[in-house]
């Protein structure tokens, strides 16, 4: 295509001349071209760097989403972890140093020896390290709870060696056995009294049971009471030394007596419906020092894990007891 040639009618010669551009306007209309286009570039690259991503930042992104998604999975394993050895430190301070009247980990024995700020310094030069040092911060608090929880163990293995006769006598096991249970009519605590329809502190628990069905001492000890007791109709209570006793109620028949030594797991008498209740059942109180404490927290050598976490929430559900 041919280039445009400018004409200009001038006055002066009454004829139409060339335009011709200066070098000066050649120039600046060079530059303008020039600015024109750097301006256009400049925007078209700003705005591809900030919305199209490129093949390094497409890769880095993918990296850093399964990196969370990693992190994610160890935070939830670290919590699970957590819940479990804290679940441990209830047991063995609430039941088992409670068991063997040994004084319970302090929260301050528990967090001895757990790193400062200055231990993850090292970390801090990371690009995440805000990540990793919680990550690891939480790990380290793990250990060292296993840790003193391990040692724990190691102390209460040396009491039990030392307490054969202790471990006879305290209660331990289910006064009825799981396979002649009905169902678990009533746990510990405050219950509707099914006779006055009160509130009232229920300070044992019920197990229901067809009448005549066997129930057994949960410990070694002495028979102290094997007769009629106002309330729980035949009743029988045993002194199991080191602070303990044990009380049976509603039996139909008794099946020992006072001042009798009595083994754990033997027969002392049978499920009924005597004294101040509504059903054949067998109310059951375990008592530490004098004072009712919850039966539950007992049966530890009956039930695994799993069944001692249905029991309780059998033993709650229920809010009215049988006597």
Not at 102 to 110: L, R
């Amino acid at each position: 295509m041919a280039k445009k040639v400018k004409y200009f009618y001038n006055s002066n010669t009454l004829k139409y001349e060339k335009v011709e551009l200066s070098l000066k306007k050649k120039a600046l209309r060079v530059l303008g071209y020039l600015a024109t286009v750097t301006v256009f570039s400049v925007v078209t690259v700003t705005i591809a760097y900030n919305v199209i991503d490129s093949p390094k930042e497409k890769k880095l992104k993918r990296e850093i989403e399964q990196l969370s998604l990693q992190y994610d999975i160890l935070r939830k394993r670290i919590k699970q972890l957590d819940a479990v050895v804290t679940d441990l430190q209830e047991r063995d301070n609430n039941i088992y140093r409670v068991i063997f009247e040994s004084e319970p980990i302090t929260s301050d024995e528990w967090q001895t020896g757990f790193a400062g700020i200055h231990h993850y310094k090292a970390l801090e030069s990371s690009n995440y390290s805000a990540l990793m040092i919680e990550t690891t911060r939480k790990l380290d608090e793990l250990a060292k709870k296993m840790f003193i929880q391990s040692k724990s163990y190691d102390f209460l293995v040396k009491e039990v060696k030392n307490k054969d006769k202790m471990l006879a006598s305290v209660p331990a096991i289910q006064p009825v056995s799981n396979r002649d249970l009905t169902r678990m009519a009533s746990g510990y605590g405050y219950r509707i009294h099914p006779i006055y329809k009160t509130r009232k502190f229920h300070a044992g628990m019920d197990f229901t049971s067809q009448t005549g069905t066997p129930i057994y001492a949960t410990g070694d000890g002495v028979v102290t009471t094997a007769g009629i007791e106002r309330g729980y109709g035949n009743e029988v209570v045993i002194n199991h030394g080191y602070g303990y006793s044990t009380l049976y109620g509603h039996m139909s028949k008794i099946a020992t007596r006072v001042g009798q030594r009595v083994k754990r797991g033997e027969v002392i008498g049978y499920v009924g419906n005597t004294g101040a209740s509504t059903g054949p059942h067998l109310h059951y109180e375990v008592h530490k020092g004098g004072k009712p404490v919850n039966p539950i927290n007992y049966y530890f050598n009956d039930l695994s894990p799993a069944e001692y976490e249905k029991m309780l929430e059998l033993s709650s559900r229920n809010n009215q007891s049988f006597d």
